[in-house]
């Protein structure tokens, strides 16, 4: 199993609480596609999504400063 990446982690956190407008577009793009991923999974415990790949709560995940790597199966562009 990956390590995750704590820094990445807390910068997606922290951004998700007042991101910037480009930082909103991306990660409504990035949503949109997750959106239609067989990966996405629905937690239960904490009512939202997450990613099967990686186990990340989508709506965190959705605003990684990775950049398209972030993505554990390659699909988002940016």
């Known amino acids: 199993m990956k390590i995750p990446d704590l820094k990445e982690i807390a910068v997606a956190w922290v951004r998700s609480f007042n991101p910037t407008p480009e930082q909103q577009a991306?990660?409504?793009q990035r949503l949109a596609i997750c959106d239609d991923c067989?990966?996405?999974e629905?937690?239960?415990?904490?009512?939202?999504y997450k990613?099967?790949?990686?186990?990340?709560?989508l709506n965190k995940k959705i605003y990684s400063p990775k950049g398209p790597d972030a993505c554990p199966l390659g699909?988002?562009?940016v």
């Open 26 to 28: 991306t990660a409504e």
């Open 38 to 40: 067989p990966a996405k």
């Open 42 to 48: 629905y937690a239960e415990i904490v009512k939202t």
């Open 51 to 57: 990613c099967g790949a990686c186990g990340c709560y």
């Open 75 to 77: 699909k988002w562009p």
